[in-house]
């Protein structure tokens, strides 16, 4: 999968947007971006993917320039408990169906009151 | 909602033992996954598991570690002789299959066993 570079940490107020950054610059035709989150020690949680277009769903929205080189996950109303590791996770699709995900570093967003 | 369950949440183990740590995926999903997380570190891809054999694994994934899924049901990782360095979070995940227009192709993970070695 191709490589992900996302900030280490990023502070955001609560009730203001989030917007976190990744860089995917060698992402290929076939790869999908994925964002997860894992609140503490818990089991990381979908948030949202895409493949070139914008998407927006209950949780965030997830924007990708036209080039796919970066992407930006959006939370438009930040709270607490949002505060976690985010993974922004480039991944292949294929008819498989069985395409692992492969975690980074992440970026820990913390909320603040 | 349908969740991934794991069990034990935490598991206490002398170094030399063997362990099972079971997971229960969500019933209609097909292909499972072992994740694990050492304290402070990156979630790391153990193995992955479709029609009841090994699809892919990590250089993690040695001799000492093997999955099963018994009955239809369970989905189980075992560590046969555990080391200090065993000790980790270790998440299931599952998903139905890839990503399509009807399908996210999300990996739904479980809340995760900590395994201490002592």
């Known amino acids: 999968d191709a490589k992900t570079t996302q900030p280490p940490s990023m502070d955001c107020a609560e009730g203001r947007a989030a917007n976190l950054p990744c860089n995917h610059s060698t992402i290929s035709g076939n790869e999908y971006v994925y964002w997860y989150r894992q609140i503490h020690s818990q089991g990381p949680q979908y948030i949202i993917h895409?493949?070139?277009n914008n998407e927006t769903n209950e949780m965030a929205s997830l924007i990708i320039t036209e080039d796919r080189k970066s992407s930006t996950l959006i939370l438009p109303h930040a709270t607490l408990r949002d505060t976690a590791v985010y993974y922004c996770i480039v991944r292949v699709s294929s008819n498989f169906g069985n395409e692992k995900l492969t975690f980074g570093t992440g970026t820990r967003l913390t909320i603040i009151p | 909602e349908p969740e991934v369950t794991q069990t034990p949440s935490h598991q206490v183990t002398q170094m030399g033992q063997e362990v099972i740590l079971r997971c229960v995926p969500i019933?209609?999903?097909?292909?499972f996954y072992w994740y694990r997380q050492i304290l402070g570190q990156k979630v790391e891809f153990l193995v992955s598991f479709y029609n009841n054999e090994i699809s892919e694994k990590s250089e993690i994934f040695d001799d000492q570690f093997s999955v099963e899924r018994p009955d239809g049901s369970n989905f189980t990782l075992k560590i046969r002789s555990t080391k200090l360095e065993d000790s980790a979070m270790y998440f299931c995940?599952?998903?139905?299959?890839?990503?399509?227009?009807?399908?996210?192709?999300?990996?739904?993970f479980g809340e995760g066993s900590r395994l201490t070695v002592l």
């Open positions: 895409g493949l070139k």
């Open positions: 995940a599952s998903t139905d299959g890839h990503v399509n227009l009807k399908n996210t192709g999300e990996l739904f």
């Open positions: 019933s209609n999903h097909l292909y």
